[in-house]
């Protein structure tokens, strides 16, 4: 099993640029997770999907966050315009339902995002 | 999730001293997962407990569910340099699956 897979690995831009951000689940899994970590706020739920579903997005900080889930294998979450305040480490998580409460979150490696 | 405190925010020791982070809640939790975060890395399911007073056990960490589900602890006994990470806490949802919420997370270095 790969595991969840994110790319990039790391994005720099600069501050008004869109930024999209990619993670493949781990097949088989019905629930896919969006995370942020900074320091301050340590790890953050932004959104969360069941089933391609989004579930809660109440962690989303504001309209220039949205996630996609178009299909079981494939996440987008997505900010425009970027600003420096958004640089953070995304992480992707998923897990299997069918499991709880012995299953737990998987996570991909994350992808570094710095706004210049 | 409900929300969870976690505590001490740092701790360093030295090689072969024990560490303890705990995990608290003002409101009953259904359930408690730890991580562990290697610097640089993601963080890594450790162990999930669900049952009043529950304690596990792998190999040298000790986890514990507090009577009345309020609050959480990890113990790592004789800490060795591998132990160097952030430890989490998080609750999940109970029957309402999925809102996995972190604690602050404790950082925590290994002088050898």
């Known amino acids: 099993d790969a595991g969840v897979i994110q790319s990039p690995r790391h994005e720099v831009t600069e501050m008004g640029q869109e930024v999209t951000l990619r993670c493949k689940p781990i097949?088989?899994?019905?629930?896919l997770f969006w995370y942020r970590q900074t320091m301050m706020r340590g790890l953050e739920l932004l959104i969360y999907f069941n089933n391609n579903v989004p579930i809660d997005d109440s962690g989303m900080p504001e309209d220039r966050f949205s996630a996609k889930m178009p299909n079981a294998s494939f996440s987008t979450l997505k900010i425009q315009p970027s600003e420096p305040r958004d640089s953070a480490v995304y992480f992707c998580a998923s897990s299997f339902r069918a499991g709880w409460p012995n299953s737990p979150l998987h996570f991909g490696n994350g992808t570094r995002l710095t706004v210049t | 999730g409900q929300q969870v405190m976690q505590i001490p925010q740092y701790q360093h020791v030295q090689e072969g001293e024990d560490f303890t982070t705990y995990c608290n809640s003002s409101?009953?939790?259904?359930?408690i997962q730890w991580y562990k975060q290697r610097p640089g890395g993601h963080p890594v399911f450790l162990i999930q407990l669900v049952k009043s007073g529950e304690v596990k056990k792998q190999k040298r960490l000790t986890f514990q569910f507090g009577e009345a589900k309020k609050n959480s602890s990890l113990h790592i006994t004789a800490t060795q340099t591998t132990d160097v990470g952030t430890y989490f806490c998080?609750?999940?949802?109970?029957?309402?699956?999925?809102?996995?919420?972190f604690g602050q997370g404790t950082i925590l270095t290994v002088h050898p």
């Open positions: 097949s088989g899994h019905d629930y």
């Open positions: 409101t009953t939790l259904s359930n």
């Open positions: 998080g609750n999940a949802g109970g029957t309402s699956y999925g809102k996995l919420t």
